[in-house]
Nanobody, 119 residues
Framework: VQLQASGGGLVQAGGSLRLSCVAS????????MGWYRQAPGKQRELVAG???????NYADSVKGRFTISRDSAKNTVYLQMNGLKPEDTAVYYC??????????????WGQGTQVTVSS
């Protein structure tokens, strides 16, 4: 499975960005797909994801501001980020796994895309 992420950038606080992630390869093995982020000096955290039954989960810090969606025909997952805050600044990673988990990191990873929010 290969994951190609795009869409990061520099935005002012309160602004919006949309990240995209295209999956290719043996994607029939994938049930979970979503986004992690890692800020400088911090551990990587799961931001938003589709679970094995298709429902969505979000980190408490982004609930109400971020929305994960997908276009199955395009094998693409999106992360719409609104109301961005400086603390959202991080490298964002698209990730996928044969099953959803919040207790371990997922198996497949795309390259990171930098999101920087200025105050």
């Amino acid at each position: 499975v290969q994951l190609q992420a795009s869409g990061g950038g520099l935005v002012q606080a309160g602004g919006s960005l949309r990240l995209s992630c295209v999956a290719s390869g043996y994607i029939v093995s994938i049930e979970a797909m979503g986004w992690y982020r890692q800020a400088p000096g911090k551990q990587r955290e799961l931001v938003a994801g589709f679970t094995s039954d298709g429902s969505t989960n979000y980190a408490d810090s982004v609930k109400g501001r971020f929305t994960i969606s997908r276009d199955s025909a395009k094998n693409t997952v999106y992360l719409q980020m609104n109301g961005l805050k400086p603390e959202d600044t991080a490298v964002y990673y698209c990730a996928a796994d044969p099953s959803y988990s919040t207790t371990r990191e997922w198996l497949y990873w795309g390259q990171g895309t930098q999101v920087t929010v200025s105050s």
